[in-house]
T-cell receptor, first 114, second 115 residues
């Protein structure tokens, strides 16, 4: 029973390029969350999605960041025109429902912007 | 709004000694609370959770935490530290707005275990 899968695990982008981070939730989970962890900080909520719907994007920066969770395929977090400040670890989590139960985390994608 | 405060960004204990990692929360509704552990360059693994049942919660790897409403605390303990416990530990509170659920994390406590 595979856990939450994220790829790539490490991503290096030059300033101005686009970064695409992928997340496949656990089998049977239809709720996906994205969090960002800046160096020496805790995780900060970015966005919560269900299949084909963005439910809560209150933690997403207003510009350059977008997320989707299509009917088929993984959830994608897209960062356009990356800047050095986007360098961080991005974690995806999934849950079977929208209640307050635990979320299961993937191994993360570590984005480095040069 | 919910929030979590973890006192002590770094804690060092000797192998075999008691581990105590502190977490205080603020919540406008009865909280759901979680402790996660993060090993270097890995994701977060759930240690234990409190969801309004028993106030003393037992988790994996010998860890446990006690929910104390009067103190708004949810401290993590382990009677005897092992070298393999060295990691970063995060306390989190769950926020549910009726349509969305998200975790609010503390800033983490890095646990060092020495011989």
């Amino acid at each position: 029973n595979a856990g939450v899968m994220q790829n790539p695990r490490h991503l290096v982008r030059r300033r101005g390029q686009e970064a695409r981070l992928r997340c496949s939730p656990m089998k049977g989970h239809s709720h996906v969350y994205w969090y960002r962890q800046l160096p020496e900080e805790g995780l900060k909520f970015m966005v919560y999605l269900q299949k084909e719907n963005i439910i809560d994007e209150s933690g997403m920066p207003k510009e350059r960041f977008s997320a989707e969770f299509p009917k088929e395929g993984p959830s994608i977090l897209r960062i356009q025109q990356v800047v050095r400040g986007d360098s961080a670890a991005y974690f995806c989590a999934s849950s079977p429902g929208q209640g307050r139960g635990e979320q299961y985390f993937g191994p993360g994608t570590r984005l480095t912007v040069t | 709004a919910q929030s979590v405060t973890q006192l002590g960004s770094h804690v060092s204990v000797s192998e075999g000694a008691l581990v105590l990692l502190r977490c205080n929360y603020s919540s406008s509704v009865p909280p759901y609370l979680f402790w996660y552990v993060q090993y270097p360059n890995q994701g977060l693994q759930l240690l234990l959770k409190y969801t309004s049942a028993a106030t003393l919660v037992k988790g994996i790897n010998g860890f446990e935490a006690e929910f104390k409403k009067s103190e708004t605390s949810f401290h993590l303990t382990k009677p005897s530290a092992h070298m393999s416990d060295a990691a970063e530990y995060f306390c989190a509170v769950s926020t549910f707005t009726g349509t969305a659920s998200k975790l609010t994390f503390g800033t983490g406590t890095r646990l060092q275990v020495t011989l």
